[in-house]
DNA sequence: GCCGTTTTCGGCCCGACTGTTTTCAGTCG
């Protein structure tokens, strides 16, 4: 994966650097879908093209947006570790440059002329010029504009990143509620790649219609938790808030943005994104002979009247102002057609109108077909088994009763017990005495119980050389074996391969758990060659764990695609250390739709039947 | 640089907001 992120790194810097060069930025813009195209490969790009060159180029060119430029710049890059284009660009911009771009307000233009008027060639440099007060009298550099630069440098060195999920989707949730008590609010949602259920957010998008845009402004700014005010127009304000300590008081932005009820639908789809799928709507739309935007979707001859003439898409050509302009703003509110829209009321009329089957957020990402979304995708309800959870024999808070009680309400038909391994010390990890007590004690608690199954398992730490941390026949004597690394997470690729390997070969084990032990954001994890480790989970029918913890979301989108395309099942398990774990099984859900992840491919959905079948098997 | 249901040239998504401007450029999503 190492050399897909150095690719995708020096194709952002391309695209970067022809726009602080004054380039193209057509062109830019291509190097810049070069880097997402490969952001979203799911294994090394070196093995996609092995073989001669002629087939690597093949495979390469099929990709959308890579063409035979950027086909041979991979491989100019694989062949020889560098791409001199990057080398020549690099002598002509200085790095720390391309760090100006990542400062909220600063773009290729204002970055160019920081750089080549002023001097300015690194963040620390443009500090050093605000607190000299040596900007006076530059064009283009007022007060304000200075002000809002020492404000986003002082920003950007309290939040490095983005924020996880686990911390995006509660905060969004409370501040949806506490807004729909606005008077007047008639729906509130948000948007976004929370929405789309990725991992980590840039920022919040909310949505709201209301009968009083006024007002509902006016109570978001006073929000307790807006520090600045970034933004506040009639359609869209934008501020910084701070989330509480149990977000870790992280700073992030918030959008609202407030549309007409009759636009709900073309706006939500539209301020969900991605950027690539709203691009795929909108050329499709143009294809038909429609124009598609958070308004709606209309005739394009009715929103595009008489201005076809030799325009080269410089910014001076728009039509001049005149009495006649057909979109008449009429004071306030969004531009007004002059025309009722083909489809704005709900998303799913948009995507009718434009014959397209409805797309959940979900799939909504680049290289994902709108016209191919399987039709049993898996939902919340689906799920009916837990099969990693925790009790107070090992680090779980609840005691198995406790545990079991609160898996029934949730409405489960199994719950697994699997506590940790006696090489797992800091969570009280169970000696082999130990698990055999423990296991005869869930299974009295299982004779007790009614309307709930408990398996007696264990979470068996997989050894950094792949052995298991329990003898076979220790294992043997259990319902359910969830094999996970603990320790070493850092070791190479080789190793990793070998030890995950091993662990989905055994035949006493039903599920690698947590397969590369990455933390959301702070650490990578194994990186296994995984077209190796899927081969052998699927060839043992061993399931791979899509952990629901949103910390961890381990396998991650992509990874879970490709175990599936790989013959492999998942388990969906929210690895619960208290009553409370449970609550992380929409994460897991998002996640698992991300990748596709059919109903019948994960075997928290099956009957208690089949799963017990299946679990028969290894025994 | 990439692409094609007006395909090998000539396009390339669309609108809101800010700041510094007197009509718009730059940035963002």
New binding site residues.
């Given amino acids: 994966m190492s050399g897909n992120r150095s690719l995708q790194r020096i194709f952002d810097q391309l695209a970067a650097g022809i726009e602080l060069l004054g380039g193209?930025s057509?062109?830019a813009?291509?190097?810049r879908?070069?880097a997402r195209v490969l952001r979203g490969l799911t294994d090394d790009v070196a093995a996609l093209v092995e073989g001669d060159r002629e087939t690597a180029v093949r495979r390469l060119?099929a990709l959308?947006?890579?063409?035979?430029?950027?086909?041979a710049r991979i491989l100019e890059f694989l062949e020889t570790g560098r791409i001199a284009e990057h080398e020549r660009l690099l002598e002509q911009v200085p790095s720390g440059v391309f760090e100006l771009l990542e400062?909220?307000?600063?773009?290729?233009?204002?970055?160019r002329s920081l750089w080549r008027d002023l001097g300015v060639d690194s963040v620390d440099a443009l500090r050093a010029l605000l607190d000299q007060d040596a900007v006076a009298g530059v064009?283009?550099?007022?007060?304000?504009?200075?002000e809002?630069l020492r404000e986003a440098l002082g920003f950007r060195a309290e939040t490095e990143g983005r924020t996880p999920i686990g911390v995006a989707l509660p905060l969004a949730l409370a501040l949806c509620e506490r807004l729909r008590g606005v008077e007047g609010v008639a729906r509130i949602a948000f948007a976004?790649s929370l929405r789309r259920g990725v991992d980590t957010v840039?920022?919040l998008?909310l949505l709201a219609t209301c009968a009083d845009p006024g007002l509902l402004r006016d109570a978001f700014l006073a929000m307790p938790e807006v520090e600045r005010v970034l933004?506040?127009?009639?359609?869209?304000c934008s501020v910084r808030v701070r989330a509480d300590a149990a977000g870790g008081g992280r700073a992030l932005?918030v959008?609202l943005r407030m549309v007409p009820a009759s636009s709900w639908g073309a706006a939500l789809l539209y301020?969900t994104g991605s950027?690539e799928h709203?691009?795929l709507l909108?050329?499709r739309a143009?294809?038909r002979g429609q124009?598609?935007?958070?308004?709606g979707l209309f005739e394009a001859a009715a929103?595009r009247p008489q201005d076809m003439g030799g325009t080269?898409?410089a910014?001076?050509d728009?039509p001049q102002?005149s009495g006649e302009a057909p979109i008449a703003a009429a004071g306030a509110g969004?531009?007004v057609r002059g025309e009722t829209p083909l489809a704005a009321a709900e998303e799913a009329d948009v995507y009718r109108a434009l014959g397209l089957p409805f797309v959940p957020p979900e799939l909504r990402e680049e290289g994902i077909d709108p016209a191919s979304v399987p039709s049993d995708l898996i939902e919340l309800g689906d799920v009916r088994a837990e099969l990693h959870a925790h009790t107070t024999a090992s680090d779980g808070k609840l005691t198995i009763r406790q545990l079991a009680e609160a898996a029934k309400a949730r409405g489960y038909h199994t719950l697994a017990i699997t506590d940790h391994s006696a090489s797992s010390v800091i969570a009280n990890g169970l000696s082999a005495e130990r698990l055999r007590r423990h296991a005869d004690a869930v299974r009295e608690e299982d004779a007790r119980i009614r309307g709930i199954r408990l398996l007696a398992g264990a979470e068996v730490d997989v050894l950094p050389d792949g052995r298991l941390d329990y003898d076979d026949d220790v294992l043997a004597e259990l319902d359910i074996v969830v094999a996970s690394p603990h320790a070493s997470l850092r070791q190479g690729r080789e190793a990793a391969t070998r030890r995950l390997v091993a662990a989905a070969s055994h035949p006493l084990v039903h599920v690698v758990g947590h397969p590369t032990g990455r933390v959301v954001g702070r650490r990578a994890g194994l990186e296994p060659d995984l077209e190796r480790l899927f081969a052998a989970a699927a060839e043992s029918a061993t399931a791979l764990e899509l952990n629901a913890n949103p910390r961890r979301l381990d396998l991650c989108d992509r990874h879970v695609r490709a175990a599936v395309a790989a013959g492999c099942v998942i388990a969906l398990d929210t690895d619960a250390h208290s009553d409370r774990s449970f609550d992380f099984l929409p994460y897991g859900v998002m996640t698992a739709r991300r990748a596709g992840l059919k109903r019948d491919a994960c075997i928290n959905t099956w009957s208690r039947a089949r799963l017990e079948r299946w679990l028969r098997r290894k025994r």
């Fill in positions: 193209n057509y062109r813009s291509s190097h879908r070069v060119t959308p947006g890579i063409g035979k430029g950027a086909a400062i909220p307000g600063i773009g290729p233009k204002g970055a064009p283009r550099l007022g007060q304000r504009t200075i809002n976004g840039g920022d998008d933004a506040s127009g009639e359609h869209r932005q959008d301020f950027k709203n691009v909108r050329e143009i294809r124009l598609l935007n958070e308004y929103a080269e898409g910014a001076g728009r102002d969004p531009p």
